[in-house]
């Protein structure tokens, strides 16, 4: 019996997540977050979602893109 990779994906509401989700999950068990569903700035938060996934992996694709702001 062979565990599956489990990998958890952040900022999964964003256009990179749909390349890296749709890739990722044709071999591993993948648990996408959006800012909705977890804001990275909440630590409990955070880790009460990484100990109930419990992943192998951390992607991040959550990203600042308000290219105005960011000048």
């Known amino acids: 019996m062979t565990d599956?990779?489990?990998?958890m994906?952040?900022?999964a509401a964003g256009q990179l997540r749909s390349t890296v989700?749709?890739?990722?999950?044709a071999?591993?068990?993948v648990f996408p977050f959006?800012?909705?569903e977890l804001d990275l700035a909440d630590a409990p938060a955070v880790l009460a979602?990484?100990?109930k996934c419990s992943p192998?992996?951390?992607v991040n694709?959550?990203?600042?893109n308000d290219v105005e702001a960011a000048e």
């Not at 694709?61 to 600042?64: E, K, L, R, V």
Request: contains cysteine.
């Open 9 to 11: 994906v952040t900022g």
């Open 27 to 29: 071999t591993c068990d």
């Open 49 to 51: 979602a990484t100990t």
């Open 21 to 25: 989700v749709a890739r990722l999950s």
């Open 34 to 36: 959006t800012r909705a």
């Open 56 to 58: 192998d992996f951390v």
């Open 4 to 7: 599956t990779t489990r990998i």
């Open 61 to 64: 694709c959550a990203a600042y």
